[in-house]
């Protein structure tokens, strides 16, 4: 970019351009929220469809158990109290501990307490299961452990009771539990966590979308090419300010300052790079405060056309109108107006013909004041050729309608053609 040096950073510029631009600010928050969010509510809900068909598919925890029948006892040999003792060790670490070991079994030692359920289910009836699920055994791991549990079972009470008091009714197996309940308690939990996840991240979105929004505009703002601000209008430029001024007029004083530097130029042109820069309006309003005190003055406007032989200019050349016919305005008013526009025949170039100097030097005599509104310099040449017949340039700018590179080709053109800029008109 050229002419970096004009980039100066205006802080309250800034801010008040993010704030023009707060419907970027908003979309942006609102897709970090959405995405944030919805991440969150779319990765709670893929975790709780995984938990329920894993319920729904599983059948857990798995048990082992197997049934046995004690002999030879009666109520006076304190059947409960003497069960109690044996079972407490079938319980206990030892049995299990012993049992793992020997089979080179992964488990969870830490829920061992809890793995073997020892139940009275009638007179000198005994089930024993094993919670296999946890202590990490599968359901084949489980039945196998069932089976030596058995046997230890076996031998344990006939350790203790000293004769062989055990009948096995039936041979160790495995079996399952539904976990209905447990689903269901998932599924609010995970219901639950989902929504405080989602508002959550949500807000950390949203707030995220804020800084990421006015990063982007002030990232724009400073790297665009376009001049937003008044600071670089005017420096860029780099013309004497005449005023800072508004299309509506309202800014009387400025419009003033400028006419009373202007006063003493008959004739004067008035330049802007494009047409987005309210160049029409001000000129109007230059002209109304120049016209004051019993003085005359008169606006050229002069617009792009195709059509060359409604053209008042080709007219005049050709000398189909006088000057006379060519100005509008009622009789009473001082400020009247000349439309013209750019067309004109292939053979004819009208803002280099001799006539057209002499168009010029009428108006002069004619009026107090003459102010030349003409085409945006980026859409020709006919500005930089009137400006050969002027006895001043002032150029109209404002912010958001150009480029610095525009400006810089323009004051190099203006370089090239000896044309030197009487000052410049900042338009707010």
């Not at 319920?55 to 798995?62: S, T, V």
């Not at 032989?309 to 000398?319: D, G, K, R, S, V």
Request: charge should be negative.
């Amino acid at each position: 970019m050229e002419n970096k040096s004009v980039r100066k950073v205006d802080m309250m510029n800034i801010i008040r351009y993010v704030f023009r631009k707060w419907l970027v600010v908003v979309i942006t928050a609102i897709v970090f929220a959405g995405a944030l969010g919805g991440y969150e509510f779319f990765k709670y809900k893929v975790q709780q469809a995984n938990e329920l068909y894993a319920n729904a598919h599983r059948i857990d925890p798995i048990y082992g158990s197997f049934v046995i029948y004690i002999n030879n006892f009666d109520e006076s040999d304190n059947f409960y109290n003497r069960i109690e003792d044996v079972t407490s060790i079938i319980r206990g670490y030892s049995a299990l501990n012993y049992l793992i070991e020997e089979n080179n079994l992964s488990a969870n030692m830490e829920g061992m307490t809890n793995c073997v359920t020892a139940v009275t289910v009638g007179i000198n009836q005994l089930e024993i299961s094993v919670e296999g699920s946890l202590i990490g055994l599968n359901q084949e791991q489980v039945v196998d452990v069932t089976r030596q549990l058995r046997d230890y079972t076996v031998a344990t009470f006939t350790k203790n009771f000293g004769r062989d008091s055990i009948l096995v009714l039936d041979e160790p197996h495995a079996g399952a539990y539904a976990l209905e309940k447990s689903t269901k308690m998932d599924d609010e939990k995970i219901q639950k966590i989902t929504k405080k996840k989602v508002v959550k991240y949500g807000i950390i979105g949203g707030a995220a979308g804020v800084a990421a929004g006015i990063i982007f505009v002030v990232f724009y703002a400073l790297i665009t090419t376009k001049l937003r601000f008044k600071t670089e209008v005017i420096e860029c430029y780099g013309y004497s300010l005449l005023g800072d001024v508004d299309k509506q007029g309202r800014n009387k004083e400025e419009y003033k300052g400028a006419a009373g530097v202007l006063k003493n130029l008959k004739l004067i042109l008035c330049l802007s790079l494009s047409d987005k820069e309210n160049r029409h309006e001000t000129v109007e309003n230059l002209a109304g405060v120049m016209a004051v005190n019993g003085k005359r003055a008169l606006v050229i406007r002069i617009e792009n056309g195709t059509d060359y032989e409604n053209n008042a200019l080709y007219q005049y050349i050709t000398a189909k109108k006088s000057v006379d016919d060519l100005i509008e305005g009622a009789q009473s008013t001082s400020v009247k107006l000349m439309n013209l526009t750019t067309a004109s025949p292939e053979d004819i170039d009208l803002f280099t013909h001799e006539k057209l100097a002499i168009l010029l030097a009428e108006v002069k005599n004619a009026f107090d004041s003459v102010l030349i509104d003409a085409p945006a310099l980026k859409t020709g040449v006919a500005g930089l050729n009137l400006a050969l017949f002027s006895d001043g340039v002032v150029i109209v700018a404002g912010r958001d309608a150009v480029k610095e590179s525009d400006v810089n080709k323009m004051k190099y053109s203006f370089a090239l053609n000896n044309i030197e800029c009487t000052g410049m008109l900042y338009v707010e």
